[in-house]
């Protein structure tokens, strides 16, 4: 059995917590927070020590098998570094850092120490964007060609209300934005092109919209909405092919749907309704991770994925501040397996 322990008693604190405290090879040891009230509170709620610091914790439960670290972004990289000197396995929400440079020391230290870091990625493991995958993959659409993807609701609340300070969070674009952008890539590979335009700045505080244009090496178009101006959270998916197109909404009762063309023109088709199988998203990821570890296999979500998500999310930014297409450079970071 491995012991976990979660650092951060927010809302991915609370999800990577209550996630480990159903799996059967699992023991959740512990929750750290630098406001103890609210990592008491979490660890009451499931039987748990609650700790006030990382290093408290330690010093309490001992050794330790996995850290999750689910606090701010700015506070990524501290506490990864913590895990990985103390050779503890690594799981870090997305984004992994606010900038490469941050990211590249994170995994280069993890591979120093010989240490496994999995990036919370979490839409690889959704049913419906996984069964999406695979359509494309059996040539259920034919030959893809556009895609237009929407993500968003209301402004996140937090603590010190930290995701209004742009220069930490990195807004609407690094830290929601990038979930489609990691999954586009892990469907259709390399992107090559970014241009990006932002409401930001220009509408009421805490009310963001941005549209993002990804051109990919295979040809495909990418659109992009985020948003955190809306009421109610929901992501959409259209997926064009030659053959067909696949649709996604989660508002609606039957949320995946297969449009096939019957004839050449693709004037016409039907409506497939898929019903994938629906299981707790964050648990899927978590037992992933836990089974990577125990069984030493690679994660679906490597460190380079989690790098390359980061990248095409910052070339976004830099378009919108610069008003131009903005090409990435045909250079990969070096990760060991």
């Not at 405290?21 to 709620?45: C, F, H, P, W, Y």
């Not at 959409?236 to 995946?256: M, Q």
């Not at 790098?307 to 930014?317: N, P, R, S, T």
Request: net charge neutral; hydrophobic share 40%.
């Amino acid at each position: 059995m491995l012991k976990a322990l979660v650092i951060g008693a927010g809302t991915m604190g609370s999800t990577h917590s209550f996630a480990y405290s159903t799996m059967d090879d699992v023991q959740l040891a512990g929750i750290v927070d630098k406001n103890l009230e609210k990592a008491e509170e979490l660890a009451r709620k499931i039987g748990v020590q609650a700790f006030a610091s990382y290093e408290e914790a330690i010093e309490s439960l001992g050794a330790v098998d996995v850290v999750s670290v689910c606090v701010p972004t700015p506070s990524h990289k501290e506490y990864v570094i913590k895990a990985a000197d103390d050779c503890f396995q690594v799981v870090c929400e997305k984004p992994l850092a606010r900038n490469l440079r941050d990211a590249k020391e994170m995994i280069d230290y993890c591979k120093e120490k010989g240490v496994k870091l999995f990036v919370g990625h979490v839409v690889r493991f959704f049913p419906e964007y996984q069964r999406a995958k695979r359509m494309i993959e059996e040539g259920k659409i034919g030959k893809p060609g556009v895609v237009n993807t929407k993500r968003g609701g209301g402004f996140p609340s937090a603590s010190r209300d930290w995701y209004a300070d742009y220069n930490s969070s990195g807004g609407l674009v690094l830290d929601l934005m990038i979930h489609d952008f990691d999954y586009l890539r892990w469907c259709f590979g390399e992107v090559e092109r970014v241009y990006a335009k932002s409401a930001q700045g220009r509408a009421m505080a805490k009310l963001d919209y941005a549209l993002v244009t990804l051109r990919f090496e295979s040809g495909v178009i990418a659109h992009l909405e985020g948003t955190w101006a809306h009421q109610n959270f929901a992501t959409k998916f259209e997926i064009a092919g030659k053959k067909g197109i696949i649709h996604y909404d989660s508002s609606k009762s039957t949320p995946l749907v297969k449009g096939i063309n019957h004839n050449n023109t693709g004037s016409a088709g039907v409506a497939v309704p898929e019903s994938p199988l629906k299981e707790n998203p964050y648990i899927t990821e978590l037992k992933h991770f836990i089974s990577c570890i125990k069984n030493k296999e690679e994660s679906i979500v490597t460190p380079l994925d989690a790098y390359k998500a980061m990248e095409i999310a910052l070339a976004a930014i830099e378009s919108l501040k610069e008003g131009k297409v903005v090409e990435l450079r045909k250079q990969e970071m070096e990760v060991r397996r």
